[in-house]
């Protein structure tokens, strides 16, 4: 793992994902999500709430929804993930450290899969897929806050020594 690392974790790398991410979130994310604040950018939700947020949504809404997550939203982690992992193993050296991304990845793709089906069974309500979907997002931004975190301690970190 530490050679992958030092062998991918390389600048060059870290800047195209770095505009990877910046294309996903300022393009290709945007136009696939519906026009109100979409499930995955909440904090937390109940599998009420998810139904309700969807009852608002149009049909064409709900189908651009879902194929936003089963197309780019399945991308997106992928490439936030890798990001965040390199930046970290620069910042860190620590391998550890670098399982943070990845367990944001996880629950991402895992809140991706229970939207994608309370839209697919919708007007049916699923109380599993509504309740995994809400709990992976809850859990999914942990991981986030955490991540940051651990990213801005390691730039104050590399800040402060280079004075």
Known sequence: MNRFLTKFSTNRNIAILFVLFLGFNLWILPSMMPGEKPLDLEIFYTAEEAYVKVEGFSSEVRESYRMGLMVSDMLYPMVYG?????????????EKLVALPLFIMIFDIIENIGII??????????HFWGSLAGIST?????????TILIVLVGVGKKVLLKK
């Open 82 to 94: 890798a990001l965040f992992s390199f930046v970290i193993f620069r910042l860190w050296q620590n």
């Open 117 to 126: 089906n309370v839209l697919i069974l919708y007007p049916e309500k699923s």
């Open 138 to 146: 809850a859990i999914k931004w942990s991981f986030t806050a955490i």
